[in-house]
């Protein structure tokens, strides 16, 4: 089974609660046990395990779902952000389940509408794999946010995860995230060389990288038709969610249904580092379980495994981390730099979708 839509992202611009919505569609099938697949994201995997892999790890159920038949003995969900078992539920970011399990058809046997929500997918090289792996007529959804939000946004949410230089960290705990983030955006928008690594070194970069959607759509249209694509504004799907949603849906080809219930928040809780190290260790600890449990299945196999890693995961968060209950605005001065740096990319935006972007963009405070 071969999915025909994808959510290529972006980060911090909503997939989650996209996500989180379509899970409650019966019309809808998933990506089985993972929502954020790292398959494409990982490119020595897309190249060791192949095409086929992918296919049968996160769509291997699809017949047995449309007959009501989907075993869900393993539920992984996306340990990112997840702090305690309580927390994970509210949050938005509990195990995933395919959402043709969840709400099995009354009638047992329709077709589904398979496809990937992964905010990921635009880091180096997986334009070029989705490319060669996925049919033209394949539909994507873009989701976009002011980028200067978007990178505070995403500062905030993965300070303590191990995404940022531990410099930054320490930085941050000291001084607050305000000025913990000016000091993060000047030390490589300010900085020739760093500046012009973002777009090569995405991963290492992303708080920046991921803002720059033009370049990144435009990869994709190497491959895929303009007419194919969804683009959708973070800002328009927070005024009124419904809607929106509806209209994706439309766009997809995805039924309606009435167990949806409007709005959704996701991935509304950021953390605190206690340590500069602490994010350290709970990035290896992000790795094994990638490893583990979504490349090596150790879910299924050892269930009990399973339960013993997330249980120490859940514990090293309570300790490593501690609730961010701060709601500092950032700078205006930071605010004008990344409005300098993204202003190109804005407004090809613009062009791209044939859409004004929404006003809030580039605004100065």
């Known amino acids: 089974m071969e999915p025909s839509f994808i959510c290529i992202g972006f980060q911090k611009c909503g997939t989650t609660s996209l996500y989180d919505l379509f899970k409650k ?11 954020e697949p790292m398959f494409y994201r990982v490119p020595f995997m897309r190249w060791f395990l192949g095409r086929r892999w992918y296919c049968q790890r996160y769509f291997g159920h699809y017949v047995e779902a449309v007959l ?88 905030k949410y993965f300070l303590a995860l191990g995404f940022l230089p531990v410099s930054a960290v320490a930085y941050d705990i000291k001084h607050g995230h305000a000025e913990g983030f000016d000091h993060y955006v000047r030390s490589v928008l300010c900085h020739k060389e760093r500046r012009r690594e ?7 970069y ?26 959708v504004f973070f800002e328009d799907f927070v005024t009124d969610q419904e809607t929106v949603t509806k209209d994706i849906m439309h766009f997809l080809g995805i039924p309606e249904d009435s167990d949806m219930v409007f709005p959704v928040k996701s991935n509304e809780t950021n953390f605190r580092a206690v340590a500069p190290l602490s994010p350290l260790f709970l990035k290896i600890m992000q ?13 299924r196999r050892c269930p009990a495994f399973f339960n013993g890693f997330m249980n120490f995961y859940d514990w090293s968060m309570e300790h490593l981390t501690r ?25 090809q935006v613009a062009d791209l979708t044939g859409r004004k972007v929404p006003q809030r963009w580039g605004r100065t405070e």
């Open 206 to 231: 992303m708080c920046f990288s991921q803002g720059n959607y033009a370049t990144i759509i435009k990869e994709y249209l190497r491959y895929f038709p303009r007419a194919n694509m969804k683009f």
């Open 198 to 204: 973002i777009m090569k070194k995405r991963f290492k």
């Open 323 to 347: 609730p961010d209950t701060g709601n500092e605005k950032m700078f205006s001065r930071t605010r004008e730099l990344l409005n300098r740096y993204y202003r190109r990319q804005v407004e």
């Open 287 to 299: 790795a094994l379980y990638y490893l583990f449990f979504e490349f090596l299945s150790l879910g």
């Open 25 to 35: 569609n019966k019309n809808v099938y998933l990506t089985e046990d993972v929502k």
């Open 68 to 155: 009501g038949k989907t075993d869900n003995a393993c539920e992984v969900g996306l340990i990112t952000g997840r702090r305690g078992h309580a927390d994970s539920a509210d949050s938005g970011t509990a195990p995933a389940t395919p959402a043709a399990a969840q709400n099995p058809s009354p009638m047992g046997h329709h077709k589904l509408i398979a496809g990937e929500i992964n905010a990921g997918l635009g880091y180096k090289n997986c334009a070029k794999w989705v490319g060669r792996d996925f049919a033209p007529n394949t539909k994507l959804v873009f989701m976009m946010r002011d980028p200067a939000d978007r990178c505070y946004s995403a500062y």
